[in-house]
């Protein structure tokens, strides 16, 4: 018998395009840029090099305690939330590199890093036991 919600996985957001719809995820990723009409974040993580997926995290569950920083362009926030299907609801007038893949993420919770250390993030995410893919399993009490 579950005694709250299921735990997140935690993923480098590059592996988040092989999740199935419906995953609960946890994610590093770097403001690319926000549509306030659409209530959607851009997010990118290039790890490993090369990669080149953007996340599209729909934050409208989120509006009435999103502020500045989780908004500006540059800033590297924390998500938790569910792979969602492509709802069209992705901005289309803002300009952006080519995505060679891409995940719609629907927002339960998001976070400022504060100060990071993006080269020992990534590395602990590749070497941590257990690893697979860049997947990790995160329980609550690990938060």
């Given at each position: 018998?579950?005694?709250?919600?299921?735990?997140?996985?935690?993923?480098?957001?590059?592996?988040?395009?092989?999740?199935?719809?419906?995953?609960k995820?946890?994610?590093?990723?770097?403001?690319?840029s926000?549509?306030?009409?659409?209530?959607?974040?851009s997010?990118?993580?290039?790890?490993?090099k090369?990669?080149?997926?953007?996340?599209?995290?729909?934050?409208q569950?989120?509006?009435?305690?999103?502020?500045?920083?989780?908004?500006?362009?540059?800033?590297?926030?924390?998500?938790?939330?569910?792979?969602?299907?492509?709802?069209?609801?992705?901005?289309?007038?803002?300009?952006?590199?080519?995505?060679?893949?891409?995940?719609?993420?629907?927002?339960?919770?998001?976070?400022?890093?504060?100060?990071?250390?993006?080269?020992?993030?990534?590395?602990?995410?590749?070497?941590?036991?257990?690893?697979?893919?860049?997947?990790l399993?995160?329980?609550?009490?690990?938060?």
């Amino acid at each position: 018998m579950s005694r709250g919600p299921l735990p997140s996985k935690l993923h480098l957001l590059s592996s988040l395009p092989g999740c199935s719809e419906g995953d609960k995820v946890r994610f590093l990723g770097c403001i690319a840029s926000y549509s306030t009409q659409h209530a959607v974040l851009s997010l990118q993580h290039p790890c490993p090099k090369g990669t080149n997926v953007t996340a599209f995290v729909n934050v409208q569950l989120l509006l009435p305690a999103l502020n500045s920083e989780l908004t500006n362009v540059g800033e590297w926030i924390n998500v938790i939330g569910y792979v969602t299907s492509h709802s069209g609801s992705r901005p289309t007038n803002e300009p952006r590199p080519p995505i060679t893949s891409s995940v719609h993420i629907k927002a339960m919770m998001i976070w400022p890093t504060g100060p990071l250390d993006l080269q020992f993030v990534q590395g602990a995410l590749f070497n941590r036991q257990g690893s697979r893919d860049g997947v990790l399993e995160v329980h609550a009490e690990q938060r």
